[in-house]
Every structure is written in C-alpha cells, then in structure tokens.
C-alpha cells in the first residue's frame, strides 16, 4: 500500500513537470470542482447562507466546485476553545465562494489559514507616531493578514447568516480584503484584468470612497457602512459587502459603483435576486 502510494506520487510529480505546475493545478481545480458535493452539505449551505436560495442551479453548481477547492486548499483551525466542524467550514466556504463565481481561478492565493474564534476576539495593534508607537487593543469580528491569514468571528458569522441584507458580513469583507492583498498591501485596487481598467477604477472608486467620507463627516443616512470611511481598503471591503447584500440599494444610489463592481465580479447581484422573485 505505502509503495504504492509513493508510485502515485511520483507519477503526480512527473505530471506536474511535464505539464508545467500551473497547468497541473488547473487540472487539480477540475477534478476538485467535479467532485459530488454531499446532500447534507446543501442543507448546512442553505440555512447558513440566505443568498445561496436566490442562486441558479447552475450557480450553485458553481458554488459547490469552489468550496470544494477552498476546503481542499485552505486550512481551518479553531481559537479559544472552539472545534471546528464542517458547519463552520461550509458556512465560510460558501460565503467567500460567493466572491470567486466569476472563475478568477485563484482562489484567494496568499491565503492559507483561517483563524475562528467563538466571539469577537481582542486584536493588538500598533499605530506610529513619529519616533514614538502607540500600542493598543481592539475587540475585532475579523482580521485579514497579508501573510496568508483570516481571522474570523464564528458568533458575528452567526449573526450575519440572520441579518442578511444589512449591508455587513464578515466573511465578505475579510475574503475582500483577501483579493486586494493579492497584488501586494490592502489599497483598495485589487488584481483587475487589464492595464486600461485600473484609470476606470480609480476615478470611480476615489469619488465614491470620498462622497462616503463626506457624508459620514456631517452625519449624513449612507447605504455603505460608514465604516468604509475608514480607509480606500475598508472602502473596497464595505462595497463589496454592500453589493452582495444590499444590491438594489447599491444600484440605485451608486450605480457608477454597482456597475464596476459588477464587472469585476463579473456577476449581477440584482439579477439574482429578482429572478428568484
């Protein structure tokens, strides 16, 4: 048995040599993306998951591809006493999977540790001041790292599959972040496709992000969290919640936005939900 094993291995080498390693993980998201998806994970799926009802089938047969990828490929490890189960798995899985059903084909690349606590959990944090650094804590729902980690609220996760539509999920925000890091820090300009889109995206997403901080700054009602207005990062992270939860909103108030962040995720969140009406 074991000598076959390391025969198995050694041809799977050999393919990947002769084919090149990307090509071979192309071949390895094929077969992983074809593998049949358990009926009791579609039940977890569909209680956790509000969006996941108003999906097409063959959405949603996208859907299970891509988790079945992210849980191949991406490591899950409980904080503060929590056991992971394939309920916590799934229910993350099938979020960020939301962000990835246009085949970017990357899947989160830098990622590879997702970090759940039971609740909201304490995050240190040191902020320079000249010569001088100021170190604080912060209770977070959620972190991403640019190192490879997510950092995760299982109680916020919770929450949100509740108050779907509310504008704020943490899953969506932190696997956002996640796709932003992906060429480098969080700015709040993720990998587009071509040279030409980024001009397009800049004068968009700047006048966006700023009318935000405008309309924060004097108290004003907003569709996007204010927590946008924290940074151009958090602001990309925020759209991205917003577009997914509060589509008709987003597009109606901000359709410049919508429209871009549609061609990005190369998907029309509105759609969704009116064809499921």
């Known amino acids: 048995m ?12 050999i393919i990947a040599l002769i084919l090149g390693i990307d090509t071979f993980k192309r071949l390895r998201y094929i ?13 977890i799926i569909e209680r956790n998951v509000p969006l996941y009802k108003h999906l097409s089938e063959s ?7 891509h988790i079945n990828v992210l849980l191949t490929q991406k490591t899950f490890k409980g ?5 992971i189960t394939n309920e916590i798995k799934l229910t993350i899985a099938a979020q960020a999977a939301l962000l990835l059903l246009s085949e970017k084909g990357n899947y989160f690349s830098k990622l590879r540790l997702i970090l759940v606590y039971p609740s909201a959990f304490i995050a240190s944090q040191t902020t320079p001041f000249g010569e001088y650094y100021l170190e ?14 997510v950092v995760l609220s299982w109680q916020d996760i919770q929450y949100d599959a509740k108050h779907w539509q509310d504008g704020r999920n943490v899953v969506l925000h932190e696997f956002a972040h996640q796709l932003d890091q992906e060429g480098g820090s969080a700015s ?20 966006e992000y700023e009318q935000l901080c405008y309309e924060v700054e004097r108290g004003m009602e907003t569709v996007m969290d204010e927590y946008g207005a924290t ?4 602001f990309f992270a925020v759209a991205t919640e917003t577009f997914f939860e509060k589509p008709f909103h987003m597009k109606r108030k901000h359709p410049e936005l919508y429209n871009e962040l549609k061609r990005y995720y190369k998907l029309d969140s509105v759609d969704w939900i009116e064809g499921a009406m």
């Open 2 to 13: 074991i000598k076959a094993l390391i025969f198995l291995l050694f041809i799977l080498i």
């Open 31 to 43: 077969h992983l993306r074809n593998k049949q998806f358990p009926s009791d994970w579609t039940v």
């Open 59 to 65: 959405w949603r047969r996208r859907l299970y591809g």
């Open 79 to 83: 904080c503060g006493g929590l056991q």
């Open 136 to 149: 604080e804590t912060q209770v977070k729902t959620g972190e991403s790292w640019q190192i490879g980690i």
């Open 188 to 207: 709040g300009v993720p990998i587009l496709e071509k040279r030409s889109d980024y001009v397009t995206w800049g004068r968009i997403f700047r006048k």
């Open 231 to 234: 940074a151009p990062a958090e």
